[in-house]
């Protein structure tokens, strides 16, 4: 049985999850190798393999990174941080998926405009690992119920401790993430200054 | 939030409030642990990987450490300190002597000089009170045997849940917070965690330290009881602001009652300057004031009512507990600022 499978039959039978995702050497070894082709479920090694930012992992590096994440399951609806809130983590989705809202008025619980909906193996909240004080910019709640891999603050400087190569690879994947994000917003920056300047004109 | 998040945030508040009361009206069984967690806390850096391995390879570290802290530190300070210890009780009827015939000194010269005669006698008043409190001591010895058989047994087997079951204790605990105060809970208890261990093991190294320059000073300025005040040093110096003056008064007391000239007053001086010279310029700024940025007073206020609360272990620990509240009350404020 897949190990995604078994974390949601878990929680359709109302049981909890682990905090920590923990795989057997063995098992995750087993689904590394070449024969893993025998089995026709997702491995965990085929979900942390696909996620981009883990991609110039080796296979032992993904199996020393999965330690230091953190499992946390969210029922429908519910809300993962509010725009505003403290952050400190960084969050794979597992399974389910997650709705993303920005512009919080302030008034009641209405969580404001929404703005995406991130589906299994995308990630969100990485400003949080970086930033000394973050605050989230958008808030965040579970569209379905929801398995989240999380990594904090102390997970890095952990990881950092333990193992140096790793953290430092790590963090210059997320490194690259902010750094494409950056990219992306000059870009619409760029864009934005250039049709205000021709409706200056047109005016 | 749904209801049942709802119930599952304010029972485990309720818990966390439980625990802490518990801790404060039981502190027989909360001082050993704590005790007992510090020791685990001192040694985890060491182990970090050790503790990591399979049962058996924790079982065999934790009483390897059992064994260590028993060999090494009790035969040394018993047989270095004894030696000192007996010689001090030996002496103290020849200190109540020199103490009375100073003072019988100083009353001739207050009567030559001003006429006025001095009909109090804090030499004996003290002395008796040393002897009451001694007999007092004494008389409680029974309890404070059985308070120490209590601890021989309790430390090591918390000791023992700590090594072996510490990981899945923390998971547990990390499993059972809510979602909606996971991340600050979290990282609160992983920065609380590092600031006591880390400030434990620079208390204890510079302890140590400091205890070791005094003595070798001492030795070599042919000071008596030089391990007895060395050891004394190191161990008050582990309070901050309060922990050198304490230091320093038991050498005083040896100097002052000293008929030998040999015994000079200014080495001694000269020895406890540079220890604690040496302390302030270098382990202190190395060691120390990164994990604990306080305001002395809060330091000061904080060990007396430390000391209140739980007598010298107390006064060790309040500075990291204080360090810890100080920075939640801090992440409280601000999230509080920003929801305003």
Do not use: C
């Amino acid at each position: 049985m897949s190990y995604e499978k078994e974390m949601i039959e878990k929680l359709e039978r109302g049981e909890s999850v682990n905090d920590r995702l923990d795989i057997p050497l063995l098992r995750y070894l087993w689904d590394a190798s070449p024969l893993s082709f025998i089995t026709t479920r997702e491995s965990y090694h085929d979900f942390f393999k696909k996620i981009t930012v883990l991609s110039s992992f080796s296979d032992n590096e993904v199996r020393l990174f999965t330690k230091f994440l953190h499992l946390r399951e969210f029922q429908m609806n519910e809300v993962i941080f509010k725009q505003g809130d403290s952050g400190y983590g960084f969050y794979f989705i597992f399974s389910g998926a997650v709705n993303v809202y920005a512009n919080q008025t302030g008034v009641g619980f209405e969580p404001g405009e929404f703005v995406i909906k991130l589906e299994k193996r995308q990630y969100f909240g990485e400003m949080g690992l970086l930033e000394e004080f973050n605050r989230r910019s958008a808030t965040s709640i579970a569209a379905e119920n929801t398995i989240l891999l999380g990594i904090f603050k102390p997970d890095l400087e952990r990881m950092l401790e333990q193992y140096p190569v790793l953290g430092a690879k790590f963090l210059r994947e997320t490194a690259l993430i902010m750094a494409n994000r950056m990219g992306q917003l000059t870009r619409e920056i760029v864009t934005l200054k250039k049709r205000v300047h021709e409706m200056d004109q047109k005016a | 939030m749904t209801r049942n998040q709802k119930i599952k945030l304010y029972l485990f508040l309720f818990l966390l409030t439980a625990a802490a009361f518990f801790a404060i009206l039981f502190p027989r069984l909360t001082l050993p642990f704590g005790f007992a967690y510090i020791m685990f806390l001192m040694t985890k850096p060491l182990t970090l990987r050790l503790t990591t391995g399979s049962r058996r390879q924790r079982l065999g570290y934790f009483f390897l450490v059992l064994l260590g802290a028993g060999f090494l530190f009790f035969p040394v300070i018993a047989t270095m300190y004894s030696a000192d210890f007996s010689s001090l009780t030996d002496q103290l009827p020849d200190a109540q002597r020199s103490l009375q015939e100073k003072f019988f000194a100083f009353k001739v010269m207050v009567f030559q000089r001003t006429g006025f005669r001095l009909n109090v006698d804090p030499v004996s008043f003290v002395m008796s009170k040393i002897e009451t409190h001694g007999t007092d001591l004494l008389s409680s010895f029974p309890n404070y045997l059985s308070l120490l058989l209590e601890w021989v047994i309790l430390v090591p087997i918390f000791l023992y849940f700590f090594f072996m079951e510490s990981r899945q204790f923390s998971r547990r605990l990390l499993e059972a917070i809510p979602n909606p105060i996971f991340e600050k809970s979290y990282v609160l208890f992983s920065q609380f965690n590092t600031k006591f261990g880390e400030y434990i093991i620079a208390k204890f190294i510079e302890a140590t330290l400091l205890g070791t320059i005094v003595t070798l000073g001492l030795v070599l300025i042919g000071f008596p009881y030089a391990f007895l005040l060395g050891f004394i040093a190191g161990v008050t110096n582990i309070l901050p602001y309060i922990g050198p003056v304490l230091g320093i008064i038991p050498a005083l007391v040896v100097a002052f009652l000293a008929k030998d000239p040999s015994v000079s007053m200014v080495g001694m001086l000269v020895v406890f300057a540079l220890a604690n010279l040496i302390d302030m310029i270098l382990v202190f700024p190395l060691l120390v004031s990164k994990i604990v940025n306080l305001h002395p007073i809060v330091v000061i206020v904080s060990i007396i009512v430390g000391s209140q609360l739980a007598g010298v272990v107390g006064m060790i620990v309040v500075i990291p507990f204080v360090a810890f509240f100080k920075l939640l009350f801090k992440e409280i404020y601000k999230d509080l600022s920003v929801q305003l």
